[in-house]
Each structure stands twice: as C-alpha cells, then as structure tokens.
C-alpha cells in the first residue's frame, strides 16, 4: 500500500509539474503575444502622433510662407502705388509747356477721333484749356483725314466742363453721350498702369517673381 501511495504520488507529481510547465509556456506565449501585440499598439500610435506632428509644422510653414508672400506682395504694391501717385503729381508740370500740352492734345484728340469714327463728336476739356484745345483741334481733324480719308464735325461742350482739379486732357463723346472715350492725363496714367507699366516697374524695382512660371 506504501508502495503504491508513493508511486501515486509521485504520478501527481509528475502531472501537477507537466501541468505547470505547460501553463507556464502558454502563460509565455501568451504574454509574447500580448506584448507584441500591444507593442505594435504604441509604435501606431508614436507613428500617428509623429505624422500629425509633422502636418502641422508643414501646415504651419505653409501659413507662414503665405504671410510672408502676402506681406511682400502687399509692400510691392504701396511702392508701386507710390510710384504712381508721385508719376501722378508730376503730370502737373507737364501742362506748364504750353507747346508740349498743346502737342499732346493734338494727339490725344485724334486718337479719340480714330478710336471712334463718327462724323460729329462732341469734345470735353478743361475752361482752362479751351484756347490750347482749340489750337490743337484744327490740326488733329487734319492728321485724322489724312489718315482715314474722313471728316468730323468737332464741337467743344462749353456747358459741361471737364474738373477743373485734373491735370488735363480730353474726353470725346458721341451724339446722346453713348460712348465717350476718356483721353484724361488721369485716365490715360491709369491705362499705362494696368497694361504696360505694372509689369515693367514691378520687375525693375523688385526683380522677377521666382514663383511665377509663365509671364504674359
């Protein structure tokens, strides 16, 4: 009965330790698992983090950059106002010769003449450009027939004068006031700006933009 109590149990033994064993190497498995598993779990969520990290200093580049172009394209544009505004005050010397102005007002006028093509316009100026208008409109309507073989009844608007605040020029109207052709020192300075010169002083003052591909 010794005997055989003692081979029992020893039996158990053997049992209760191949149990342990067993239990202790799924317990491993298991804990190797979960770790990994959990260790993937962080390294996602480390990588998420850096991702979105690394969004927002690319985003918070990007504003910044757009600040600064927006701040240089915003001091670009007072030089360049200021570069008009000052051609602007200086078209006030201009009318100080008279025969210059007087040139220029021929000009001026027959342009409007072949821009419109009509056979009576009626003619806007300052009073105090009357005289020098009536000067030069005699040989502007010559310069028109000879460049279109046709002729203009020219009549100047002494009812409605052009301001006297502007630095000069003509206007041209057609019967009824339907179309007019604004040849103002003002408004031909404006034309000049927004077709020819805001290129050529932009680039002279500031150099070409590295961010354009294509000029016009």
Excluded at 41 to 63: C, D, H, M, P, T
Excluded at 135 to 143: D, G, N, P, Q, R
Excluded at 193 to 215: H, V
Aim: aromatic share 4%; with cysteine; net charge neutral.
């Amino acid at each position: 009965i010794h005997h055989m109590m003692a081979f029992i149990e020893q039996e158990a033994n053997e049992k209760a330790e191949e149990i342990d064993a067993r239990a202790e190497e799924e317990f491993t498995i298991e804990k190797g698992r979960l770790v990994q598993q959990n260790r993937l779990k962080i390294i996602e969520f480390y990588e998420r983090k850096e991702k979105q990290v690394e969004l927002q200093k690319k985003i918070g580049a990007s504003n910044l950059l757009n600040k600064s172009r927006l701040e240089v394209l915003k001091a670009q544009e007072s030089h360049i106002n200021n570069v008009l505004h000052e051609a602007q005050q200086n078209l006030n010397q201009l009318t100080l010769n008279q025969g210059a102005y007087a040139k220029l007002l021929e000009d001026l006028i027959c342009q409007g003449l072949c821009q419109l093509l009509e056979p009576s316009l009626i003619l806007r100026c300052r009073r105090a450009d009357q005289s020098l208008v009536e000067h030069s409109m005699a040989k502007a309507l010559a310069t028109y027939r000879s460049l279109t073989g046709r002729d203009c009844k020219l009549q100047i608007d002494t009812a409605n004068w052009l301001p006297a605040e502007i630095c000069g020029g003509v206007e041209l109207l057609t019967k009824g006031n339907r179309i007019k052709v604004s040849n103002t020192l003002e408004a031909r300075l404006e034309m000049l700006a927004q077709q020819m010169l805001l290129g050529p002083i932009e680039l002279c003052c500031f150099g070409p933009n590295p961010n354009r591909k294509f000029d016009n």
